[in-house]
């Protein structure tokens, strides 16, 4: 849905206000997902398991903004967000403070000279490992597959083992999957989607 003006979003934001994650200590066990998009995933996620907390991070305000008014119509009182870039937003998590980071469907950035970009690059696997606990987990689902391959090299590199790795996941058996918005529009034409869960070592 396209904002008709600057302002209409900012009063549309205006009106979600309390879902922005505020200061203070954060709850456990925590869950976050980075990159929401338009939340159906997160949504939906955090309906079916109200024991958990959630936060959302996404650095788009007018994608954001419908993420929190789902959050907002379903009355979710264990769903908050974050509207910035990950990495500047990296030291409101402390130290072992997330149990699970959901990656889904997670910016390509094809080309090598923007690979710092991409959620699974380095760069980002040693903000994750931090904030992490020691059981902390990264589920990542994706429909790109050079990013996938690109992934299965980087996640070993730097302090994570893979594993439940599909290059198929709807053909997988897997159960209980929750679709995102990319993964529906994906799926939909055909594309097969990639799958894999990773551990602190
Ligand atoms: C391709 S979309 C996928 C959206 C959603 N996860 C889905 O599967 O439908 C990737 C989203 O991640 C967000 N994003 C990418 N890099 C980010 C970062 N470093 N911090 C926060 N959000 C980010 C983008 O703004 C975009 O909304």
Redesign the pocket.
């Known amino acids: 849905m396209r904002m008709r003006t600057r302002g209409h979003l900012d009063e549309r934001l205006e009106g979600c206000r309390q879902l922005f994650l505020g200061d203070g200590p954060l709850p456990s066990p925590l869950h976050i997902e ?5 939340g159906d ?1 997160i949504n939906q996620t955090a309906r079916l398991h109200p024991e958990l907390w959630y936060i959302a ?4 305000s007018n ?1 954001i903004v419908l993420a929190m008014e789902k959050a907002k119509a379903a009355e979710l009182t264990n769903l908050k967000f974050i509207l910035g ?3 500047a937003n990296a030291e409101r998590f402390p130290d072992g403070s997330v149990d699970r980071i959901y990656l ?4 390509p950035w094809p080309k090598n000279g923007y690979a710092k970009r991409r ?1 699974t690059h380095g760069r980002f696997l040693e903000l994750y490992k931090r904030i992490l606990s020691d059981k902390g987990e990264i589920h990542f689902k994706t429909d790109n597959r050079e990013l996938f391959e690109f992934s299965l090299e980087t996640f070993p590199k730097n302090g994570f083992t893979t594993g439940e790795v599909t290059f198929d996941l709807h053909n997988s058996g897997f159960e209980g999957n929750i679709m ?4 529906r529009r994906f799926s939909e034409m055909g594309t097969p989607i990639c799958r894999l869960v990773a551990k602190k070592v």
């Not at 995102?180 to 993964?183: L, P």
């Open positions: 980075i990159g929401c998009g338009k995933f991070v996404e650095r788009v994608v870039d990950f990495a889904n469907f997670s910016d959620l995102t918005e990319y993964e």
